[in-house]
């Protein structure tokens, strides 16, 4: 009886040790995934400042049922100085199984969310390439995009929808890598995800191929331009690739594919339109399109968009504002303006993200100061209540279809921006309320510091423009008699 109870109280020790230590297990793996405290860049370790990455390759098979991914990672870089470590980045939440560097097995310590690589004999100065296999359970984004991690939802027909954001905690919430904005892959990534074949998945660069296999659909992406950490990402949905080309200003022919899921399609042609108008006004101030060897792309996501290269994300559920009788998003604007000031133009730390979040909100004023017109009648029929104002006002000269009008405008930043814009085109309705004897195509405006109109200097503003939208002819008006700038019309917006 007394053997009884001591192997009754041994067990009872027992089940209290396992259940604490499965307690201890879940409070630790719920700790690994809490990214909250996350972030990329800083100070570069001296270990890393001698890396210099050239090349990802990433090759993963996403289970949806179980929420996880598992693969593996090639990084090619090169080592400035021979080295007796290598370091990378890896949440703690992915399990690594196994490291080779250049085909050889090595030593390696996975901890605080950074894998450090040792073997006998060190790392030679020059090219390096390490394979590892991880797989796990990725975070789950708690307010994405502004807090990154996986999003795993269902569309409103009950497909599977995954979207991936990682901005502020880096590419190492997911992949292996030296997560840093001062070093992007000179060379490009690779990205090959395994999907149920059913779903189709969205990716930066070109789809090369698409494998099926079984059940199961391989789609391999690849993007031959430098791209930063937080951009390496995919989009997994029922989707439906809805496609049109677009010429940019230097004569490149470049694909235009929205993903957008199936039961949303209806309205991928209006978004491709706005997509295209955007590329102009962004091509007319900051150049070409810096991705036209490989595509303008538009991923339909659960969250609000991110400025993912050549994959923008969009989800305002196709609700849109009107600015000058056009049809326009904000939140596509802005990130898509990201092509050029994030991506192409990269800050080399986080310190200077105004050089991307300021000038993507400028370019969103020059969308505005492009789209916006002029209600002609409604400044007309009100200048007369305003005539004898003595608020601080900007006088705009609208001259449209031989039909001048000294129009009264509010100060604000669209008019301010105008200033150093005089003899700006902007397109408006053919069917403008101004013009009473034939349709009017584009309206001419002066700005006249001080509240002065100069009649002449305005007409001859509107003979140096022609009535056809198409041209592109180049006018000076003085806004203070010594500065002279010209401006041309939005062609075909």
């Not at 092509?339 to 300021?358: F, L, P, Y």
């Not at 505005?368 to 004898?388: D, G, H, K, P, Q």
Request: glycine share 6%; aromatic share 10%; with cysteine.
């Amino acid at each position: 009886m007394v053997y009884y109870k001591t192997i009754n109280k041994k067990l009872k020790q027992y089940c209290i040790f396992f259940m604490l230590a499965f307690l201890c297990s879940l409070a630790s793996l719920g700790q690994t995934r809490d990214i909250s405290k996350m972030s990329s860049g800083g100070k570069l370790n001296p270990l890393q400042a001698i890396m210099d990455i050239r090349h990802y390759t990433i090759d993963l098979n996403v289970d949806m049922d179980q929420q996880s991914i598992k693969g593996n990672v090639e990084v090619r870089l090169n080592l400035s100085k021979q080295a007796d470590t290598l370091l990378l980045d890896l949440l703690d939440a992915m399990l690594v199984t196994k490291i080779k560097v250049n085909n050889a097995a090595v030593k390696f310590n996975h901890q605080n969310d950074k894998i450090y690589i040792t073997h006998d004999g060190g790392f030679k100065q020059g090219q390096q390439l390490i394979y590892v296999e991880y797989g796990g359970i990725p975070p789950v984004a708690v307010k994405p995009p502004w807090g990154g991690g996986f999003t795993w939802t269902k569309d409103s027909n009950g497909n599977p929808w995954v979207a991936i954001n990682c901005q502020f905690e880096g590419g190492k919430l997911y992949f292996p890598c030296k997560d840093h904005p001062g070093d992007e892959p000179n060379e490009g990534v690779d990205l090959n995800i395994t999907v149920p074949a059913a779903l189709t998945v969205a990716g930066p660069g070109l789809l090369q191929k698409v494998i099926t296999k079984k059940s199961r659909k391989t789609f391999y992406w690849k993007t031959n331009y430098t791209i930063s950490n937080y951009c390496v990402l995919f989009n997994i949905g029922k989707y439906k690739v809805v496609s049109d080309t677009y010429t940019t200003i230097n004569g490149n022919k470049v694909p235009v594919d929205f993903y957008v899921l199936e039961v949303d399609t209806a309205h991928a042609k209006k978004l491709i339109e706005v997509k295209i108008r955007d590329t102009k006004i962004l091509e007319k101030y900051f150049g070409e399109y810096p991705w036209a060897k490989e595509k303008i792309g538009i991923a339909e996501v659960p969250n609000s968009g991110m400025e993912h290269q050549t994959m923008i994300t969009f989800q305002n559920k196709f609700v849109y504002k009107t600015i000058g009788q056009q049809v326009y998003s904000d939140n596509l604007f802005h990130e898509y303006a990201h092509e050029w000031w994030a991506n192409k133009v990269t800050n080399k730390d986080w310190a200077h993200m105004w050089i991307q979040e300021g000038i993507a909100t400028y370019a969103e004023a020059l969308a505005m100061l492009e789209l916006a017109t002029v209600s002609v009648r409604r400044a007309c029929c009100s200048i007369r209540s305003l005539r004898n104002s003595r608020m601080d006002w900007q006088i705009l000269r609208v001259l449209s279809a031989g039909i001048s009008c000294c129009i009264p405008i509010r100060r604000s930043p669209v008019i301010s921006m105008s200033r150093w814009k005089a003899g700006l085109v902007l397109p408006v309705s053919r069917s403008s309320p101004c013009s009473s004897t034939k349709p009017t195509q584009h309206v001419v405006l002066y700005v006249a510091p001080n509240g002065t109109c100069c009649r002449a200097a305005a007409l001859s503003a509107a003979r140096r423009f022609p009535e056809n939208p198409s041209t592109r002819p180049g006018g000076e008006v003085s806004t203070s008699g010594s500065a002279r700038r010209s401006a041309a019309p939005l062609n075909g917006a």
